[in-house]
């Protein structure tokens, strides 16, 4: 049974450049989600899909992020012109919505931004 | 608003002895999921353990239980016989409406 995969694992990008993250879930899974965990923080949720529709988004999440899961299956996470805040790790999950549901996460992919 | 609190930044155990990580949450929806996840330095999220509001028995998977006291709001994870592999940062978490909501997570270091 294949996991949630996430690529690339690691990014480093100069500020002011863009990026863009691939999130693969569980195959059967309709829910896919985005979370963002600094240094000694818990993960903090960015947004998510139900098939391809995106259904929530975080005020955390500003207008240079975007996220799309086109087709219900994979997801790409964007951030357009980077800042150092951005550092962090992302880290996608999935789930198969059926009233309460067990989320899966990836590995997750560190992102420095110098 | 829903809130995760985690009050143990690090504890440690011997190894082969039993440790309780305390967690406790507030929130106002009378249905609601409570979470245990396991974050091995590697980063990976590695679930653990959940337990329903309406479950009336404490959930148990394998070497880790959940002591769940819905009147205290609380929500603690005892593992039993520790190993070394259970060296990691653990957090608790709480279904919010799809998105999970985490605390701030306890740092786990076992003794040989």
């Known amino acids: 049974d294949t996991g949630v995969s996430q690529n690339p694992r690691h990014k480093i990008t100069k500020r002011g450049q863009n990026v863009t993250f691939r999130c693969d879930p569980i195959s059967e899974h309709n829910r896919l989600y985005w979370y963002r965990q600094t240094l000694g923080q818990g993960p903090e949720f960015l947004t998510y899909?139900?098939?391809?529709?995106?259904?929530?988004k975080s005020r955390l999440l500003s207008d240079r992020f975007s996220a799309e899961r086109p087709k219900g299956s994979f997801s790409t996470l964007e951030i357009q012109r980077t800042e150092q805040g951005d550092s962090a790790m992302y880290l996608c999950?999935?789930?198969?919505?059926?009233?309460?549901?067990?989320?899966?996460f990836g590995p997750g992919t560190r992102l420095l931004v110098l | 608003a829903q809130k995760i609190t985690q009050t143990q930044p690090g504890m440690f155990v011997q190894e082969k002895e039993a440790v309780t990580l305390d967690c406790t949450y507030d929130?106002?929806?009378?249905?609601?999921?409570l979470f245990w996840y396991k974050q091995p330095s590697s980063g990976e999220m590695i679930f653990l353990i959940y337990?329903?509001?309406?479950?009336?028995q404490n959930a148990t998977e394998g070497r880790y239980s959940l002591n769940f006291q819905k009147a205290r709001k609380s929500a603690n994870l005892v593992i039993s016989a520790s190993q070394l592999g259970d060296s990691a940062m653990y957090f608790c978490?709480?279904?919010?409406?799809?998105?999970?909501?985490f605390g701030q997570g306890t740092e786990l270091s076992v003794k040989p």
């Open positions: 929130t106002s929806d009378p249905s609601y999921g």
């Open positions: 337990q329903g509001s309406y479950d009336q």
């Open positions: 999950a999935s789930s198969f919505y059926a009233g309460f549901e067990t989320q899966y």
């Open positions: 978490a709480m279904s919010g409406g799809g998105k999970l909501i």
């Open positions: 899909f139900q098939n391809e529709a995106q259904l929530e």
